[in-house]
């Protein structure tokens, strides 16, 4: 009797176990199917969105006006026609929200205010701020006319070292504060836009208090870089 009884606890338990991992299969298979799901879904909203973009940036006026709204307010860029490969550059990243939560990471006062960095929206790569992109670069577009007057907007670049053709970077610009310190910069940085409105606000920017790395001590960040309205 007792024997039998074992024998039937056996039996309960191993229809239990398999129970139990006919279930755990399961939950494993829906999770994964709900992944691929998800994923799919991800990746046509990506293509609708870079289809939209496209379609933007064909109807884009020949130098269009964006707002770059940050948390200390909103700077209006016009960007320049005579650079259209960085003109094409920044309008993508903007309308696909690439510049969304990035941080100024460099701020001189007496000189201008950079950002870009797509690093910078995680504080764990403070030690690699300022060196970040979106993995390519933009060949130098350099113009006489354009130079590095006050709000002036310019590609952040490497060096001549290690950048010979002074190839901007994919994401990384900065803004005119001083124009007289910027000057040496004319000729070497590709200037492919300007500010029309917002230079209190970058006056405020480039006067926060910074760390030895000349990194603001309270974020400054970029909420979204839109087209303006009325255009």
Known sequence: MKRILTIIVCCIGAIALVSSCGNSEKKAAQAAAEAAAKAAA?????????????ETIANLPAEPVF????????????????????????ARLALEKFYD?????????????QTGDPLTKDPANANRFGTGGPGYTVPAEFIPEYTHKLGALAAARRGDPANPLKESSGSQFYIVQDPATCASLDGDYT???????????????????????????????????KLAENQ
């Open 191 to 225: 200037v492919f836009g300007e500010t029309v409105e917002g230079f209190d606000v970058i006056q405020k920017i480039a006067t926060v208090e910074t760390n030895g790395r000349d990194c603001p001590l309270q974020d400054v960040k970029i909420v979204t870089i």
């Open 101 to 113: 939560g990035i941080l100024f990471h460099r701020v001189i006062d007496g000189f201008m205010i």
């Open 67 to 90: 707002d770059i709204i940050t948390t200390m307010g909103v700077i209006k860029v016009k960007l320049y026609s005579k650079t259209p490969k960085h003109r094409e550059n920044f």
């Open 42 to 54: 991800d990746s046509v909203a990506a293509a609708e969105l870079a289809k939209q973009t496209a």
